[in-house]
């Protein structure tokens, strides 16, 4: 079984502050990792993933997240926020291999508000 | 082209009685998964269906139940109502085969689902 920990559900930044949200995972087997934000009435969108390769993945809107196989993390950061980057934001993994349902396991959210 | 549609994007149900919920997936996808978002948590999985068949079922009761058609748009159906099936039921497509868990999942919207 795979769950998800997100271990802050609210994070207050200034504009143009760097913010970094922390999630962490625990699975039996390999997964896939994956973040998706959530803005208001709205359905979740993908940021970015972390598949195999280089652990500094990249995504859309200048997020960036790094994979850590041995502390079972993936932290995303960005350098510098902006007003609308005020959303909430989930980390999901998926289990590897075959016999999975495609399914993913998300943490319960962290809600980042962007301070003008 | 279109996203992920869901409909109706809000309704209001009393406990006991029955609710339909609908989504049509982008065109090209074969793959389409339901997932519960309660206030305040990240989404739960609920079913994934593939050609018409389901592939996949999370930790939910026999209450709920789903289907998908020959166009690949599909029906949840939650019965028996109860306080605590009030969410946000989400809808996404992918493309890619079934067990494929790389690819990105496509939310729609969201039906707001209160019962009173």
């Known amino acids: 079984a795979q769950s998800v920990t997100q271990l802050d559900s609210q994070v207050p930044v200034f504009e143009e502050a760097p913010v970094e949200l922390r999630c962490n995972y625990s699975?039996?087997?390999?997964?896939?990792l994956f973040w998706y934000v959530q803005y208001p009435n709205q359905g979740l969108q993908l940021l970015l993933k972390?598949?195999?390769?280089?652990?500094l993945v990249k995504g859309i809107n200048g997020f960036e997240a790094e994979f850590n196989k041995s502390q079972t993390s993936f932290h995303l950061r960005k350098p510098s926020v902006h007003i609308s980057d005020t959303a909430e934001y989930f980390c999901?993994?998926?289990?590897?291999?075959?016999?999975?349902?495609?399914?993913?396991?998300f943490g319960q959210g962290t809600t980042l508000q962007v301070k003008p | 082209d279109a996203g992920v549609t869901q409909s109706p994007t809000h309704l209001i149900k009393t406990r006991g009685q029955h609710v339909t919920l609908r989504c049509s997936p982008i065109?090209?996808?074969?793959?389409v998964s339901w997932y519960q978002q309660v206030l305040g948590q990240g989404p739960q999985f609920i079913f994934q269906y593939y050609e018409k068949e389901e592939r996949g079922r999370g930790n939910f009761p026999d209450r709920f139940s789903a289907r998908q058609f020959p166009n690949y748009s599909s029906e949840l159906n939650v019965n028996a109502l109860l306080l605590g099936d009030s969410a946000l039921y989400l809808c996404a497509s992918r493309s890619g085969t079934v067990s494929s868990n790389t690819g990105e999942l496509f939310f729609g919207e969201g039906s707001r689902l209160t019962v009173l």
């Open positions: 972390y598949l195999s390769g280089s652990t």
């Open positions: 699975s039996s087997v390999s997964v896939y």
């Open positions: 999901a993994v998926s289990p590897r291999g075959s016999s999975n349902t495609g399914k993913l396991i």
């Open positions: 065109s090209g996808h074969k793959s």
